[in-house]
């Protein structure tokens, strides 16, 4: 079990991830497409930790896509997942 993430530090790391979204004209029609956001919102809300998990949540979704972000990025695969858990949205459910 890992120790969770700050939330200073999961934002951070998905920061960097929708840098990398960002920079990909591909992966950014497919953010978007997926969010309904438009570009300005998405500036706007850029910052919003509940954007952040589902930047998190939109990555981890493609594994080709996950493991080219966390190469770029120089980070462990297992980062986003921790950061994830770290935003709104992430908590872990026990159902029992």
Same mark, same amino acid.
């Given at each position: 079990?890992?120790?969770? %993430? ?7 790391? #998905? ?11 591909? /992966? %950014? ?22 954007? %952040?998990?589902?930047? %998190?949540?939109? /990555? ?6 996950? /493991?080219?972000?966390? &190469? ?10 921790? #950061? ?6 992430? &908590? &872990?459910?026990?159902?029992?």
């Amino acid at each position: 079990m890992h120790t969770p %993430l700050s939330s200073e530090i999961a934002e951070a790391v #998905a920061l960097q991830a929708l840098t990398h979204i960002a920079a990909d004209d591909d /992966l %950014l029609g497919a953010f978007l497409a997926q969010t309904g956001l438009a570009v300005d919102e998405l500036k706007t809300q850029a910052t919003d930790p509940a954007l %952040l998990g589902g930047v %998190l949540d939109f /990555l981890m979704s493609d594994e080709a896509g996950l /493991l080219a972000f966390c &190469e770029a990025a120089s980070i462990e695969p297992e980062m986003p997942g921790l #950061a994830r858990r770290s935003l709104p949205g992430g &908590e &872990e459910v026990h159902w029992t």
